[in-house]
């Protein structure tokens, strides 16, 4: 067999409606650069037929591999099981909703041909409800403040690596994977351009309001303890002002013999440490969830089937 210069890693949740145009739309981009290519598409269980139209994709076009898991694993998973199956000399993350336009495929590959290890596809944000913007804007923003990578706004992962970098990738065996974080981590030279944010061609996103927060705290927790030392610097700073505040009410008794009433003050104090307390329980708890989480080594997804496997499990497939 040739080797393969291209793999295209395409995770796919619930697509059916997009991935024959999808697929075309690739093949047209890829055709043209007369490069060896494959596309490794990941179906993250899906419940929709993705698979199906896959497996046939893949019995018809050698070019076309498959992996399909035993249920939703989510994103971070599909991605790590194409990055897995690509044999490419440069991978090409992208997503199947035509929201990654392939056009720019040709381009990445021109800057990986220029020594680019990574090179970003980075969105803009037109066409987005302007809530969305500004809580976007800002989580960036925290983020850079708090984070030991650096992520980017709008760079997504719509993304070339290079086979080392790609080797890279892989060798971060942690089951809680961020990958913002990751590809930021490996380093090497970066090369990125902006397109033009466009919607989905069909079907809905996977992210609702509550998934897009606790992806957020996901990337604020699992690339940095700084939140454990933001909660040991505010316990610093109310100890140190609570002794302020004794003193303040001893030299007041001793000096005026004012007696001291202090209800509100007291319960005041009482509920407001107690809410910081237990926030601070809570971040500690985070992160003694992950330690549990990461201890139990668990493989990241379950695989139903691949095109090579195809056949081999008829008897137990609808
Ligand atoms: N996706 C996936 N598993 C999931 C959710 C999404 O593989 O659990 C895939 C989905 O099929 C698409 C890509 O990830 O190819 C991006 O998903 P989506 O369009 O829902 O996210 P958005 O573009 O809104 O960020
Ligand atoms: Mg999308």
Redesign the pocket.
Known sequence: MTAVQVSIV????N?HEVIGAFHSALLAALEPTRQTFEICYVD?GSGDGTRLRLAELAAGDPRVRFTSFSR?F??EA?MLAGLRMSRGDAVVLM???L?HPPELVPRMLELHRRGYDQVVAQRDRAGEGAVRRALSLAYYRLVRRCMEVQVVDGAGDFRLLSRRAVAGVLSLPESNRFSKGIFSWIGFDTASFTYRNVQ?AAGQ???GGKNLLNYGIDGLLSFNSRPLRLAIHTGLCLFLSALGYALWIIANVAWNGVDAPGYTTLMTAIVALSGIQLATLGIVGEYVGRIYHEAKRRPHYVVRETDESRGRYEHLSK
Do not use: L
């Open positions: 395409v995770p796919c949740f697509e993250d939703n989510g994103k599909a997503d199947a909703d929201q989905r996103s996977k992210w």
